[in-house]
């Protein structure tokens, strides 16, 4: 029984460093309200969180940091300082439109966001493994699509096509990322999992818990 939770202990490891790199964004989710106060206080909340939590990342070039930082110092600049109505209004397809597109952008210059997490602590010798980056850009891509949905999400919330309370689009995006986080853990586990039965007959190989192959 010990041994059997113990196998979870980098699975709830990664989880929760992949939680750390969203949880700006997940800040402004539950912070901004539907006041421009709240939302500017959830603007501020974020970009703090996205400079504090993620400063080592910040300093390592990891994209999906910097992307964040640029996007709340942007909503600083025009929503606190400026009072930008228009940006206010659409913030929820805004906010959703920068993350799906930072995360595209990571895939289409050949370093998806996860890539770049899961490199973090591991050899170099293993950074370009094959198997290893196209695990990983797999992941990015799912992210990717989910956030895309998001936005298309924001969009029919604009239309009457779906004409649902403002909470069920709030629970939507919610499920979003439950369901990028779930697949994600899931994933990795499948993976190390398969490398450690792999390697079963190999005592003295080292099996790191962040590889994505």
Known sequence: MKKSTESYIPDLKELGLLMLGFLPWMLFLFFSGHTMLSLKIAVVISLVASVTIGFGDLKRGFILPWGTCIFFLICLITVVFLNNKWIAMEMDLVSNLA????????????K??????????????LWNDEKFIRGCRFITVVWACLMTFAVLISILK???????????????????????????TIFKRKKRLQRERANVDKPDTLIPPGLCK
Do not use: C, H
């Open 99 to 110: 993350l799906s597109a930072i995360m595209w952008f990571t895939v289409l210059i050949g």
């Open 112 to 125: 998806p966001f996860a890539l770049q997490y899961a490199r973090r602590g591991l050899p170099k010798e």
């Open 158 to 184: 604009r239309t009457t096509w779906l004409p649902f309370p403002i909470w069920v689009y709030f629970d939507i995006t919610i499920l979003n990322i439950v369901v990028g986080l779930t697949f994600t």
